[in-house]
């Protein structure tokens, strides 16, 4: 099974959502749910 990870862009815009008080709690929601599955940073 292919592993799905969101894209850097997609994950800027998710954060600036989630940083933005004027968002909807839905679209909050979705955001957050982009960000966890992207991928780690390896160090």
Same mark, same amino acid.
């Given at each position: 099974?292919?592993?799905?990870?969101?894209? +850097?862009? *997609?994950?800027?815009?998710?954060?600036? *959502? +989630?940083?933005?008080?004027?968002?909807?709690?839905?679209?909050?929601?979705?955001?957050?749910?982009?960000?966890?599955?992207?991928?780690?940073?390896?160090?």
């Amino acid at each position: 099974m292919a592993k799905k990870t969101t894209s +850097l862009k *997609v994950a800027k815009k998710a954060s600036k *959502v +989630l940083r933005d008080g004027r968002t909807s709690k839905t679209n909050k929601s979705i955001a957050g749910s982009a960000l966890s599955q992207r991928e780690k940073k390896k160090r």
